[in-house]
C-alpha cells in the first residue's frame, strides 16, 4: 500500500518567518496530495491540494510544491501569524478506493 | 451551509460494548468516508462509501462496520470493543469517490470514543 513520511515531527518558527513542511512517497501511481490543518479538539481542515499533472499552486500565503520525480511534495507558508499554530497533515491518495493515507503530522509553533 | 456533521461528539464505552456513529456529509455530496485517529497520528482510512455501496476498505478488522443510507448519511459501527478502539473517529465527505478527478474530501469535527 502507499507510504507517506512527514517532516519535520515538530517545527518552531519566529512570528513572520516562513515555515516549510516536507513529505516523501513511495508509490509512483500517487495522483493527489492534500495538506490539512488540525487544531486541538477540531477535525482536519483542507487547507490546499496538488495534483500530478502541476508542480506548484499557491493560495495567498500558501503554497504546495510537488516533484514527482522525486517523489516529495512540500508545503510552504510565508509571513507565519499566531494562528497558524496548529498540526499540519499530508496526505495522499492513488485514485482507488483506498482513501487517503496521511503522514504522521508535524507540530507547528510560531513563537511571538 | 452546514459542513460535515458527527454525533455524538465524545462518548465512553465499557470494553466488549458496541457503538454507533452517525455522520451526515455535505448537503450535495455523495460519499463519505471514515477514519480513526489515535492521539498524536495521522487519520487512517477505514471504509469508503459511494452511492450507498462499500467502495474502499482500510485494514481493520471485521468488527468495524459501515453503511450508507439513501440520503447519504451514514453509520460506523464496532462491535466488542477493545482498549485499542480509543480513538477519534472522524467522518469525510466528498462530491464523488475518491480518486475521481477534482474530488476533494472535507472532515467532520470527529467523535471522540474512550473505551475502559
Redesign the interface.
Known amino acids: 500500500g502507499e507510504n507517506v513520511e512527514q517532516h519535520p515531527s515538530t517545527l518552531s518558527v519566529q512570528e513572520g518567518d516562513s515555515a516549510v513542511i516536507k513529505c516523501t512517497y513511495s508509490d509512483s501511481a500517487s495522483n493527489y496530495f492534500p495538506w490539512y490543518k488540525q487544531e486541538l479538539g477540531k477535525g482536519p481542515q483542507l487547507i490546499i491540494d496538488i495534483r500530478s499533472n502541476v508542480g506548484e499552486k499557491k493560495d495567498q500565503r500558501i503554497a504546495v510544491t510537488l516533484n514527482k520525480t522525486a517523489k516529495h511534495f512540500s508545503l510552504h507558508i510565508t509571513e507565519t501569524q499566531p494562528e497558524d499554530s496548529a498540526v499540519y497533515f499530508c496526505a495522499l491518495s492513488g485514485g482507488g478506493a483506498d482513501g487517503l493515507t496521511f503522514g504522521k503530522g508535524t507540530h507547528l509553533i510560531i513563537q511571538p | 451551509d452546514a459542513g460535515?456533521t458527527q454525533s455524538p461528539t465524545h462518548l465512553i464505552k465499557t470494553r466488549g460494548q458496541h457503538v454507533t456513529l452517525r455522520c451526515s456529509p455535505i448537503s450535495g455530496h455523495k460519499s463519505v468516508?471514515w477514519?480513526q485517529q489515535v492521539l498524536?497520528?495521522?487519520?487512517?482510512?477505514i471504509f469508503?462509501y459511494y452511492e450507498k455501496e462499500e467502495?474502499?476498505r482500510?485494514?481493520f478488522p471485521d468488527r468495524f462496520s459501515a453503511r450508507q443510507f439513501p440520503n447519504y448519511s451514514s453509520e460506523l459501527n464496532v462491535n466488542a470493543l477493545l482498549l485499542g478502539d480509543s480513538a477519534l473517529y472522524?467522518c469525510?465527505s466528498s462530491s464523488q469517490?475518491?480518486?475521481a478527478l477534482n474530488t476533494?474530501?472535507?472532515?467532520?469535527?470527529?467523535t471522540r470514543l474512550t473505551v475502559v
Open positions: 460535515v468516508s477514519y498524536g497520528q495521522g487519520p487512517q482510512f469508503q467502495r474502499g482500510g485494514n472522524l469525510a469517490a475518491l480518486g476533494e474530501a472535507f472532515f467532520g469535527q470527529g
